[in-house]
């Protein structure tokens, strides 16, 4: 009987790059009436599960699509805020956020997204 022993990583071949944002779309989202809809992420490198970084917030688990696809819902208040406390949950402010993928192999590039605050209150 011949017993082959192969090295771990040839079982298990994955990528530890750094995930790669090419597009986001809507580019500008209305968080007007406390719904914003959905961002839909393209690039590469995406885990499962991963963590999206929205300007100072970070929301986890987020799954991806496919290979290639990540959506999530456009957050409009600062419940993914990192040390917010027991403070009451404030709606975020219009403006822009850079948004970022962080998986295994790292934290993506940004790419820029808009919320905007106009319409009925």
């Known amino acids: 009987m011949t017993v ?6 040839a079982c298990h071949a994955r990528s530890t790059a750094a995930p ?3 597009s986001l779309s809507p ?3 209305n968080v007007a009436g406390g719904s914003a ?8 490198g995406f ?11 970070r929301i986890p688990g ?5 290979d290639s696809v990540m959506q999530f819902a456009v957050p409009i208040d600062d419940t993914f805020l990192p040390g917010r ?4 949950v404030q709606p975020l402010a219009g403006g822009r956020y850079d948004v970022r993928i962080e998986a295994r192999g790292g934290v993506s ?6 919320l905007t605050t106009g319409g009925v209150r």
């Open 20 to 22: 790669l944002l090419t």
């Open 27 to 29: 580019v500008q989202v």
């Open 85 to 88: 406390g027991p403070a009451p």
């Open 109 to 114: 590039n940004a790419l820029p997204v808009t």
């Open 4 to 9: 082959v022993v192969l090295p771990l990583a």
């Open 62 to 66: 987020v799954p991806r699509t496919n």
């Open 37 to 44: 809809g959905t961002l839909t992420l393209r690039g590469r």
């Open 47 to 57: 885990d499962s599960l991963n963590t999206v970084h929205f300007g100072a917030l």
